[in-house]
């Protein structure tokens, strides 16, 4: 019911930053949360940082500072702007839409992922 396509990973050198990009197209009229995870090779998926339909933000301690997770006025973009990039930060990165309780019976829905590499 909910489609997420990405944009906006590469190669960067530490220090620099890019900005990741999340479009939701389908039925994105439902309350929802959106965010983002990671997730590099033999590791868990792990979250980034998400924000709530009314604009509440939620951080992992390792990007806190640095990162910063925003929404734009239609509700239907999600950004990622990362600052001060590092090589731990080297990871695929899953864009990711929940609904609220009302409407939990759509489920979760994932992008299909963006490479993002640190190198130093």
């Known amino acids: 019911q909910v489609q997420l396509v990405e944009s906006g990973g590469g190669l960067v050198q530490a220090g620099g930053s890019l900005r990741l990009s999340c479009a939701a197209s389908?039925?994105?009229?439902?309350?929802?949360?959106m965010g983002w995870y990671r997730q590099a090779p033999g590791n868990q998926r792990e979250l980034v940082a998400t924000i709530t339909n009314v604009g509440y933000r939620n951080y992992a301690d390792s990007v806190r500072g640095r990162f910063t997770i925003s929404r734009d006025d239609a509700k239907n973009t999600v950004h990622l702007q990362m600052n001060s990039l590092k090589p731990e930060d080297t990871a695929v990165y899953y864009c990711?839409?929940?609904?609220?309780?009302?409407?939990?019976?759509?489920?979760?829905?994932w992008g299909q992922g963006t490479q993002v590499t640190v190198s130093s």
């Open positions: 990711n839409w929940r609904p609220s309780l009302r409407d939990q019976a759509m489920g979760v829905f």
């Open positions: 389908g039925n994105i009229f439902a309350i929802n949360t």
